[in-house]
């Protein structure tokens, strides 16, 4: 069972355009990570998102949190070709026995064409 | 600075044959995590420790076993290798604090023949 829905899985546009990526559930997180992974790499976190309502930017990249922490968005303004990887969201039930066991969205490949 | 290594990079092996993962990391982290990435499914969860002597299933342990005996490494064993681990594998560690960043490996690409 996928806890963690992510779309869409594939998204090709051009240089300049703007794009957002979902990630929904029905189970509520304490807080919601965006990482972005190259090939032959590891993912690399971006941004951690805990507070419900939360919106978080990073140069031309804004994440925010859903107010019932059940979902997260990542909106990309002016796409640039040095965007293009996978992009995963991994949701953290931390506490008790679940402390940092991330449950992860299917990723999104992200290709931005000059 | 701190580092998540892991080894080999790249391995080849055939159906049936016992296979080990290294993992190290140079962060002190307590807690440690295996991961296998197929495309469509994102990571999964494989195993986990919480210290030196704990193990941990997650949700993919069918088929794989960690052992902790000091906090730098986690290796993982496929006990008897299957074409339906092929796969990349990724190893990750993470403080104590809540939330804290989870720091990945470079990953191990495994082919089962």
């Known amino acids: 069972t996928q806890l963690l829905e992510q779309s869409p899985q594939f998204l090709s546009i051009q240089e300049g355009e703007n794009l957002t990526v979902y990630c929904n559930s029905s189970?509520?997180?304490?807080?919601l990570q965006w990482y972005r992974q190259e090939p032959g790499e590891g993912p690399v976190l971006l941004v951690t998102?805990?507070?419900?309502?939360e919106v978080k930017k990073l140069k031309r990249l804004t994440f925010q949190f859903g107010d019932a922490r059940k979902d997260s968005s990542l909106h990309i303004t002016a796409a640039q070709p040095g965007d293009t990887g996978l992009y995963l969201c991994?949701?953290?039930?931390?506490?008790?026995?679940?402390?940092?066991?991330?449950?992860f969205g299917q990723g999104t490949i992200l290709t931005v064409h000059p | 600075d701190a580092e998540i290594t892991q080894s080999p990079r790249h391995k080849i092996t055939e159906t049936g044959r016992q296979v080990t993962l290294a993992c190290h990391q140079t962060?002190?982290?307590?807690?440690m995590f295996w991961y296998r990435q197929d495309l469509g499914h994102g990571l999964r969860l494989i195993h986990y420790?919480?210290?030196?002597?704990?193990?941990n299933k997650g949700e993919v342990s069918d088929g794989y076993s960690v052992s902790r005996s000091n906090t730098e490494d986690l290796p993982l064993t496929l006990e008897s290798a299957a074409s339906s681990q092929t796969s990349v594998y990724f190893c990750?560690?993470?403080?104590?604090?809540?939330?804290?960043?989870?720091?990945f490996g470079p990953g191990t690409r495994l082919t089962v023949l």
């Open positions: 991994a949701g953290d039930r931390t506490g008790g026995t679940s402390y940092g066991k991330l449950t």
């Open positions: 962060w002190n982290h307590n807690n």
């Open positions: 990750a560690s993470r403080g104590d604090r809540a939330p804290d960043t989870q720091y």
């Open positions: 189970s509520v997180f304490s807080s």
């Open positions: 998102v805990v507070t419900g309502g």
């Open positions: 420790s919480y210290g030196v002597q704990d193990t």
